[in-house]
């Protein structure tokens, strides 16, 4: 905290000595001297000028001096500070992906904060510098020079060819991201994630490898996401509290919503995509790292990975995460096998199907049965 | 009430909406900032809302909302383009008045109303809108999702629609008397930059804010009659509700449709006012008048295409992100000839710093930084991680609440004489210029890094993530110089009330300036100039014209009084006086010694 | 580019008008857009055979506009008794058309096609009928306008101004008609 | 001294050519052609199976656009105004094409994604 302060220029340092400080008439008060301080300092310079007027200088301060020298100023502490901010906070932001196509990302993003930066510093040197450099002078006259188109196609194109440069790169890993083509052997975990005011559920697919149906229509005390089991899928899927994930295996997350607009926002694995009522989204990434790994990379025992939401949502939205964990394949298998299925019970007497029958049921008159006994719940739910 | 009124009016309802508007980023930056303390003043304020002293989490929301609506919509929008497009388009174009001054009272009248409605918002039991500003149904369109969004966010919407009323009435107006209404000789080449980014604006408010009214009347059936445009399979807990078939992704195509343009529509004028300030004092024409138009021009038709950059990870078809990767992309072409453009009128100019040119420098920083962090936003990868976090917040901030800001305080200052009459004190200028702009650079600046740590916007408090808590110093920083900044703005207020009542009586032209308005006397009368509106030789941008003696040439001289100064340029396409000026720089071949 | 604006020139007003027209024809374009989205995502639209009162009234408002129609011209040559009779007639027809358009609204309802639905397409025509049919309340409103200027005793070309820009409007507001009955009728 | 103010006015289109007899004949006579080309595409070329479905409606729709574009730029006088109103028609009826195409693709994606049809 204290390097933060010191190093910024301006900007009183946070101070914090008991409940005196906090009253308002504190600050009030203390609000009115610098009114009182800056309004003296006011008079003064008035009188200043005024004498100087009275000697038969007519030039007062020269401001227009005065405010170049800040320009120059704030140029050179300006571009110290950018090079504090980028070092200083820089270190601060979120370590390097830890997924496939978040390396992607992460070029594009270095590259994209070389480009920026450079114009940033150039184009601040010209413009504090002309400012100070060309600062008043009743000597001089300026120079009238209304326009030259080379100057302006070069600085039409130029700026195109670098924009046609992180266009086209931003445009292929965008396309990595989002198009990605299914290889057979190595199939994405499908894992459903849905979201709720102020809470995720977590749904994987059991044995089967697909999550089944839901209809929302279904939804109830006991069955709280409204997942469908007359969808022979559904009913070996398994309910988690955390997310754990294989390393290096692709995961297809598919995202939906109960209530409002959420989003599904895993910033380490550069991952987020929002969960929209009545629709799925579908994002596909692969870890790289376990969590033990990066633990160790970044020398930090509490370390963990998280996803969390991002699109406001109403009162609790400022807390709405789940952990992540990233685990070698055999420590998920073990996991997975100790999850417990969704279908229960009292979910089996709801939907008409034997208690306790073996998961897997087959297909055939039972279904018809079960899906006479939605149409009833609909009816039901409808009113 | 003529146009200068009516401005003056605009300026004042803008003044005092942005001074609430920034009380309220006052009051939940301190939340921000100190989440687990309390502040028994705040209580005093806000009453249920802060029970303690510590601000609710529903509400925190309310005065995110309310201020982005606030600061968009009523300061930037209305205060801005209203302000400065009435005043200055009848004076800089040579119009008695709008080509409507009815309408254009209408069109304040319901502006104010739109304001009065908002405010009121905050006192109804449920409080005020609390969805964003960006009200994204279903948030905004269930009662049960969000206290705001009961009777607030009504009053929200309603606001609206009579805020959008508001400005298509006053943008109509603006282009049928720039079309309609121009003096004698005022040919569109003719006009400041500042009439061509008010006309482009007023375009862009014409063809997008009607699709706002579109997606509001929907979200409006939605909210009170039971229909589904937005709405499909919801569960509120375990109330299972009625609507099915629409999609919520709708009306983000609907907003944007407008959302987008409507940020350019508060930077053009802010642009143009830039664009003449920093010519009239860098004493030089501005650098490529042609391009510079073109660039507006180019802008305006580009807003129309790129909507959907603030859907990338929205669930919108990723074809669709790609293609608005690209045209988001090319909005920096132009934004790059208009920045250098800047630079080289800065260039070998005399500049003289007024409080206004200030603003401008100011402006041009502050829509660098902001625009370059808006390429990584463009970049649909990089918007992945980047997306509702603070870096949103800080990308926008610094290009719409300093650099269109800073364009809208340069207007002031600048026009201030021409307002009331009167000269606002440099001084107290200077001490607001510089306190503000090291004070916003210092407020939003790091927040860039919050949003790359991937710290969300829109959190109430971020105490519930151990990763955020490394964040914590940096937002009490983050907050003292909020209120540092907003301390600042006591000098303007001050200076501005002050300076109405008792300042500098102004001279007719006190900047030395060559458009039209500063030919019209000091007193307003009523149809701007005594008697015949004068008429229009040339370009605005005469400064420093070499032959000249003095350093600028107002429009209304004509070419025959300055013959020491013309330029071959000056006659193309009219040898009739082509032939009259080589006769006299013959006859007169000692002064024609031009550059 | 005359700097005569201290007479009445009615130029820049009829271009405001003009302007209105836009951004009437922008909203409901940003409509139909949504409706364009909506029904290519159900590959179906609202699935009605609309009710035929919407034909009526479509005669009658295009029969309102060739009243107006009249109006104009009978107003050109100075005939201010015809063109308050077809004023009038305007208004009626107008008034009828509003009607016709509750009593089709009255046949949806019947045939369980509620503004209250799960196929937004259906919602959807109560909301862009209805809002023409404010539109038709302000073309009433400049009807009522040229009306009076006719009654009233006010330079010729005031009176023509008036009768103008309730011509601009009211015509617009018919092929809006059109153009959303058309529109309906293709994307069932 | 004369006044000699100088105005950048677009150099007027000197007399606006028109349409003579023979040039309605040409346009008229280019439409047909394209019509015919139509219909044989229409009831030949696309039952009979010489080309594809999906191929006949593009070539389909870009013919009546080049018709459109005709009648437009000739019989709608387009052609002969001003170079700024030809362009701001053509970039809008562009910028509407892209409205369409893109609304559509979202709204078939949207489809696609919902749950519950
Ligand atoms: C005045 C307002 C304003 C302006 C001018 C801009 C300008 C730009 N904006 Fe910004 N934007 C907002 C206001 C504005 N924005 C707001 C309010 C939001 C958030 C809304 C919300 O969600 O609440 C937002 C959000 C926003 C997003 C969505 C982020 C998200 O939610 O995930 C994106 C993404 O593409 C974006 C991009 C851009 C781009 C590319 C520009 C470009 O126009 C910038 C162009 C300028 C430059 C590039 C600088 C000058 C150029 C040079 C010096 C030349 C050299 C440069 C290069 C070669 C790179 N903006
Ligand atoms: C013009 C727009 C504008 C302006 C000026 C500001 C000014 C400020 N904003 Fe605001 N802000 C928004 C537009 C703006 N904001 C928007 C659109 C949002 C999004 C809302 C949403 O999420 O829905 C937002 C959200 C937002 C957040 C994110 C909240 C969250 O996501 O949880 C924060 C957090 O710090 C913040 C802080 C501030 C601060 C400290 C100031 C200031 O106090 C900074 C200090 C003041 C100045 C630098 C000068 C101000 C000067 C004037 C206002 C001039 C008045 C003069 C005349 C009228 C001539 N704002
Ligand atoms: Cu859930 Cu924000
Ligand atoms: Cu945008």
Redesign the pocket.
């Known amino acids: 905290q204290s390097a933060a302060a010191a190093a910024m220029p301006a900007g009183p340092k946070p101070v914090d000595m008991g409940e005196v400080y906090k009253s308002v008439i504190f600050y009030g008060l203390i609000f009115l001297a610098v009114c009182l301080f800056i309004s003296i300092i006011g008079r003064a310079l008035k009188v200043y000028e005024l004498s100087q007027e009275a000697q038969g200088k007519t030039l007062g301060i020269n401001w227009d001096k005065i405010n170049a020298m800040l320009f120059a100023f704030a140029l050179i502490i300006g571009l110290y500070a950018l090079y504090w901010e980028y070092t200083v906070h820089g270190a601060m932001i979120l370590p390097a992906a830890s997924s496939e196509h978040g390396k992607r990302i992460d070029t594009m993003f270095n590259i994209t904060l070389i480009l920026t930066t450079i114009v940033m510093v150039i184009t601040h040197i010209l413009l504090f510098g002309f400012a100070y450099i060309y600062k008043y002078s009743p000597k001089r006259k300026a120079y009238y020079y209304p326009h030259n188109n080379t100057i302006e196609k070069i600085w039409t194109i130029v700026p195109a060819l670098v924009l046609t440069i992180l266009v086209l790169m931003g445009f292929l890993t965008w396309r990595s991201i989002f198009y990605k083509t299914v290889d057979p052997n190595n199939k994405p975990i499908q894992i459903e994630v849905t979201s709720e005011q102020f809470k995720w559920s977590i749904r994987y697919p059991g044995a089967d490898g697909i999550v089944g149906k839901k209809n929302y229509k279904l939804t109830t005390t006991s069955n709280l996401l409204g997942i469908d089991f007359t969808d022979i899928n559904s009913r070996d899927d398994q309910m988690a509290d955390e997310m754990v994930i294989p390393v290096g295996k692709p995961i297809k997350l598919i995202l939906n919503s109960k209530d409002v607009i959420h989003s599904f926002y895993m910033p380490q694995f550069r991952v987020q995509l929002n969960t929209v009522p009545g629709m799925q989204t579908i994002f596909e990434f692969t870890p790289t790292e376990t969590t033990k790994q990066m633990q160790e990379k970044l020398n930090d025992p509490t370390f963990k990975f998280l996803f969390y939401c991002a699109k406001?949502c109403g009162g609790g939205h400022y807390n709405m995460q789940k952990d992540v964990r990233v685990v070698s394949e055999s420590e998920y298998k073990d996991w997975l096998a100790k999850q417990k299925p969704y279908l229960n019970d009292d979910l089996r007497k709801e939907f008409n199907m034997p208690v306790l029958a073996p998961a897997p049921s087959v297909k055939g008159d039972s279904t018809k049965a079960d899906s006479a006994a939605v149409k009833n719940k609909t009816l039901a739910l409808n009113k | 009430m003529d146009h200068k009124m009516i401005a003056k009016q605009f300026?004042i309802t803008?003044?005092i909406?942005?001074?609430i508007?920034?009380f309220l980023?006052?009051l939940?930056?301190i939340q921000?900032a100190w989440p687990d303390k309390s502040f028994p003043f705040l209580e005093t304020f806000l009453g249920k809302w802060a029970e303690g002293g510590r601000i609710k989490s529903d509400f925190?929301?309310a005065?995110?909302?309310i201020?982005?609506?606030?600061?968009?919509f009523f300061?930037?929008t209305a205060?801005?383009s209203g302000?400065f497009s009435n005043l200055l388009i009848p004076l800089q174009i040579g119009a008695r008045d709008m080509a409507s001054p009815f309408l254009n009272m209408l069109s304040y009248w319901f502006f104010f109303t739109a304001c009065s409605i908002m405010m009121a918002s905050f006192f109804i039991q449920t409080g005020p809108a609390s969805?964003?500003?960006?009200v994204y149904p279903p948030l905004s369109a269930l009662p049960q999702a969000i206290p705001g969004s009961g009777l607030g966010m009504t009053m929200w919407l309603i606001s609206m629609v009579l805020f959008v009323a508001s400005s298509l009435m006053g943008g109509i107006n603006y282009v049928s008397t720039i079309l309609n209404m121009r003096t004698k000789g005022m040919d569109l080449w003719k006009m400041p930059l500042t009439i061509w980014a008010f006309f482009l604006t007023a375009i862009l408010g014409i063809l997008s804010f009607p699709v706002l009214v579109a997606g509001v009347v929907l979200l409006i059936f939605d909210r009170s009659f039971g229909t589904s445009f937005y709405l499909s399979d919801i569960v509120m807990g375990t109330t299972i509700l009625p609507n099915e078939g629409g999609s919520p992704i709708l009306w983000q195509h609907l907003f944007w449709f407008l959302g987008h343009p409507e940020v350019y529509i508060?930077i053009m004028p802010a642009m143009g006012i830039a664009s003449e300030v920093m010519a009239v004092n860098s004493r030089k024409p501005i650098f490529g008048y042609h391009a510079m138009v073109y660039s507006l021009i180019g802008i305006t038709v580009l807003s129309f295409l790129v909507w959907g950059h603030h859907m990338f990870v929205t669930g919108m078809n990723p074809l669709l992100g790609g293609v608005f990767m690209v045209t988001t992309l090319i909005i920096a072409v132009p934004s790059a000839v208009k920045t250098f453009n800047w630079l080289a009128t800065l260039w070998r100019g005399n500049i003289r710093f007024t409080p206004a040119m200030l603003f401008a420098i100011g402006l041009v920083s502050f829509f660098i930084s902001g625009g370059l962090t808006g390429i990584w936003l463009g970049n649909a990868s990089l918007d992945i991680t980047l997306h509702d976090t603070?870096f949103v917040?800080a990308h926008?901030?610094l290009v719409?609440?300093?650099a269109?800001?800073?364009g809208?305080?340069a207007?002031?200052y600048h026009w201030f004489p021409k307002m009331f009459g009167r000269m606002m004190n440099p001084k107290l200028g200077y001490l607001h210029f510089w306190l503000?702009f090291v004070?916003?650079y210092l407020?939003?600046f790091p927040?860039h890094f919050l949003g790359l740590d991937g710290v969300?916007?829109?959190?109430?408090a971020f105490t519930e993530f151990e990763f955020m808590k490394k964040w914590l110093t940096v937002?009490v920083f983050?907050?003292w110089?909020?209120i540092?900044?907003?301390l600042?703005?006591v000098a303007?207020?001050f200076n501005?009330f002050y300076s109405i009542f008792r300042g500098k009586i102004a001279t007719q032209n006190p900047w030395e300036a060559n458009t039209l308005e500063w030919t019209a006397p000091v007193e307003h009368l009523h149809g701007n100039w005594p008697g015949e509106i004068p008429t229009v030789y040339r370009w605005p941008y005469d400064y420093s014209k070499p032959g000249d003696e003095g350093d600028f040439i107002p429009q209304t001289v004509p070419f025959s009084q300055t013959m020491s100064s013309n330029l071959p340029h000056d006659f193309e396409g009219n040898p009739e006086a082509e032939r009259i000026q080589l006769e006299w720089e013959a006859a007169n071949p000692v002064i024609v010694d031009k550059v | 580019m005359e700097n005569k604006q201290d007479i009445f020139d009615p130029r820049p007003r009829k271009f405001i008008v003009w302007l209105f027209v836009v951004s009437s024809t922008i909203m409901f374009g940003g409509f139909t857009s949504y409706y364009l989205v909506f029904v290519a995502s159900k590959g179906k639209g609202h699935g009605l055979v609309l009710p035929d009162a919407f034909i009526y009234s479509t005669f009658v408002i295009i029969a309102s506009s060739i009243t107006l129609m009249i109006a104009s011209r009978c107003l050109r040559k100075s005939n201010f008794k015809t063109q308050r009779v077809m004023l009038w007639l305007s208004v009626i027809l107008a008034v009828v058309f509003g009607f016709i358009q509750f009593s089709a609204w009255g046949n949806l309802v019947k045939t369980g096609a509620t503004l209250v639905n799960n196929n937004a397409a259906i919602s959807f025509i109560y909301i862009v009928s209805g809002l023409h049919l404010f539109h038709i309340i302000a073309g009433v409103g400049l009807i009522f306008n040229a009306l009076a200027g006719s009654y009233k005793n006010i330079p010729l070309a005031k009176k023509e101004y008036r009768m103008e820009i309730a011509s601009i409007f009211w015509h617009f507001i018919d092929i809006l008609w059109i153009y959303l009955y058309v529109f309906l009728l293709l994307n069932r | 001294m004369a006044e000699h103010t100088h105005t950048n006015e677009e150099h007027e289109h000197g007399d606006h050519a028109g349409m003579d007899k023979g040039k309605i004949l040409k346009v008229a006579g280019i439409l047909t052609i394209i019509t015919a080309i139509e219909f044989i595409i229409a009831l030949w070329a696309i039952p009979g199976g010489h080309i594809p479905q999906h191929i006949g409606n593009y070539i389909y729709i870009a013919l009546t656009l080049l018709k459109a574009f005709y009648i437009v730029a000739y019989f709608m006088h387009l052609k002969f105004e001003k170079l700024g109103l030809q362009l701001v028609l053509s970039l809008s009826f562009i910028l509407i094409i892209y409205f369409i195409v893109l609304m559509l693709i979202e709204g078939h994606f949207i489809g696609v994604h919902m749950i519950n049809h």
């Open positions: 406001i | 300026l803008g003044i909406m942005a001074v508007a920034m980023s006052i939940f930056r921000l925190y929301l005065l995110v909302t201020h982005g609506t606030i600061m968009v300061v930037l205060g801005l302000t969805a964003g500003w960006t508060v603070y917040v926008f901030h719409m609440g300093s269109a800001i800073f809208m305080l207007g002031v503000t004070a916003a407020v939003f927040l969300p916007r829109r959190y109430y937002n983050v907050t110089s909020a540092v900044a907003a600042a703005q303007f207020l501005f």
